[in-house]
């Protein structure tokens, strides 16, 4: 098991739904990020939330909404999504955000959700 | 463009063979390499290197960073059916990591 938590596990919507992915650590890390990864592809970078604030955005589709209440919380809201929006989204933290240090801390992933849209 | 690029894609061995995985980079800003291992869920962190010619080892799992070549190798000693998973090299930059097809590699008993 990870210590990055993601839930639920898996999660299957149509088009029309709102939901909502859910994303906690408590490693004291400053840095959480979303992954979109697709069958046998690498992880594609989505959102970085480096001290609480939005640091980069991957030009992903509006439809996906990030959210980071606090720096143990990160959340992805989903509205309106398309079916080739059906993956395996992963959840990741970092000991550090934003500078110096940031590249010198590796990513923790969660065991992300399997996303179907139907 | 940042680019990191894993060879083979795909690797069998048995049981009690040594294989070697490799990794290139081209990034711009490069400050470190990353190694996981990914099975059916997340991806595991094994390895970051930073410094070229240190070695950093794990059990049986290994990797070195040559920076003046701009290359990774990852080396998994006397493998085992565990050690079948696919395995994820990644490079930071311009804040971003970014990740290479990854190897898959099959252990058979």
């Known amino acids: 098991d990870t210590e990055v938590t993601q839930t639920p596990k898996h999660l299957v919507m149509g088009m029309t739904n709102k939901k909502s992915l859910k994303c906690e650590q408590h490693?004291?890390?400053?840095?959480m990020y979303w992954y979109k990864q697709k069958a046998k592809k690498p992880p594609e970078l989505m959102f970085v939330?480096?001290?609480?604030?939005?640091?980069i955005n991957e030009s992903v589709p509006s439809r996906f909404s990030p959210e980071c209440p606090n720096s143990s919380l990160l959340n992805l809201h989903l509205h309106a999504l398309q079916p080739e929006d059906s993956a395996l989204y992963l959840c990741?933290?970092?000991?550090f955000g934003q500078g110096a240090l940031y590249y010198n801390s590796p990513l923790h992933f969660g065991n992300g959700t399997r996303l179907t849209v139907t | 463009e940042d680019k990191v690029v894993q060879s083979p894609l795909s690797l069998v061995v048995h049981e009690g063979d040594t294989v070697t995985l490799n990794c290139s980079y081209e990034v711009t800003n490069f400050r470190s390499l990353l190694w996981y291992k990914q099975e059916k869920k997340a991806p595991t962190f094994l390895f970051m290197l930073t410094s070229s010619g240190i070695e950093k080892k794990s059990g049986r799992l290994s990797s070195i960073l040559d920076k003046k070549e701009l290359f990774s190798i990852l080396n998994i000693t006397a493998t085992q059916t565990g050690d079948s998973a696919i395995y994820l090299c990644a490079s930071g930059s311009q804040g971003n990591l970014i990740f290479g097809k990854g190897t898959k590699l099959s252990v058979k008993p």
């Open positions: 939330y480096s001290y609480e604030k939005l640091s």
């Open positions: 490693m004291g890390h400053r840095a």
């Open positions: 990741a933290s970092s000991q």
